[in-house]
């Protein structure tokens, strides 16, 4: 059961998401947030475990899945959806007695929107306020959170107003957001409560129950609206919202312990990254062409798991097509569904080459549906420095790659070396 969930976290997305964890009665135990869907998962199954309650229900994990998100802020919301509408056991027992953080609307003429800890909400509860008296909506929980951050971004995205309303017959002074066109005139009263709510809330609270694609749909008919009657200003704003929206920007949102591994160790990848295999292409002009590849694992190189390839398919002199043919007939190992043949697949893949390999190499992993991080090493316009190129371009594995430099540097030259020393052995030159 280990090694065919070990296998299935393979293929998992090195894109954000969140993951769920199922015991044997098929029940949802717990559910987490991921920057990386496969680094996080390995993550659970690497290294000695401490006593924290999360890592020790690890014995009652029987099967995993997952859900990817365009952006880590979707993650965080589907998260705190999935806590509120199943509760598994873990997020509520295994909590670490970290205070959960809650985004609420208020019920004012002009929703305020702002952050709540949990024993806050639970304080009014004990003291039998109602909810509905203070609070509009409320969402979340939403752990490992920096809630600061996640408010600047809604306020960005959504035109939330911070600024205290205009109130009729009395002098008015535009707030700074009104000035750079991020509040849509609560100050200056340009805005009355119901376009607000219209304009504002109702978006913001469709976002946060997980809906952006419905949302982007609504934003793109109401954008067609206002153009058709001349009102390019309000279409321009939507437009800007509906690009926004596409193209979350969010990397500053998580705290400390959600981007950590569930481990100690200094750095993530490092725990999670442990099979990388590099690859090279050798040739003596149009004929003599072989491919290499090698494989280091924790960090040291693992020979016996080093494969050469003759060129079979590719006429005339093309690195690029030569690689294609490699990579093929690499992951036709990962892929297939018998055992006897199937090859451990790499945690990272390592090109020997630039753009047009790694290029070459990602359209591979694409139509084999594969995600593995992947960088290529170019030697520069003069050969002089090691120019990183990346097929995939996480903020985790841009980390990795910047804090391993040396250990990929040696994985190139070695597939280089393996590479030569096979061409070499072929034509029957001794070194």
Known sequence: MLEKLIDKIRKFPTEPGIYLFYNKNKELIYVGKATSLRNRVQSYFRGARSMRPIEQMMHEVMDIKIKQTDSVLEAVILEANYIKKFLPKYN????DDKSWN??????????????VRQHELSNQQSQQIQQTQQYKYIFGPYPGLKTREMMKLLNRLFFISTCKPCEPGKPFRPCLYRQIGQCLGVCTGEISSR??????????????????????????????????????????RLRNQIN????????????????????????????TVQRIEGYDISNLGSTGKVGSMVVF??????KSEYRKFKIKTVEGQSDVDCLREVLERRVVRIVTQNDADRWPAPD?????????QV?????????????IPLVGIAKGPERKKNDFIFGVKTREFIKFVNENQDLLIRV????????ITFQRSLRGIKR
């Open 348 to 356: 990272v893949i390592l090109i020997d080459g630039g753009k047009p």
């Open 244 to 271: 926004a929206l596409s193209k979350i920007h969010d990397i500053a949102l998580l705290n400390k312990s959600f981007v950590e591994d569930v481990h100690s160790d200094k750095s993530r990848l490092v725990t």
């Open 92 to 95: 509520v027992d295994g909590k």
């Open 195 to 236: 376009e607000y709510k219209s304009k504002v809330i109702r978006p913001l609270v469709t976002f946060l129950r997980g809906g952006k694609k419905k949302l982007i749909s609504i934003l793109e008919t109401k954008m067609k609206r206002a153009s058709s009657r001349e009102d390019f200003e309000e279409a321009g």
């Open 359 to 371: 290029n070459a190499t990602m359209q591979i992993l694409k139509k084999h549906k594969l995600n």
């Open 102 to 115: 809650y985004v609420v609307v208020s019920d004012d003429l002009f929703p305020r929107v702002y952050t």
């Open 412 to 419: 190139r030259d070695e597939a280089h070396r393996f590479a």
């Open 297 to 302: 694992n924790n960090r040291e190189a693992l």
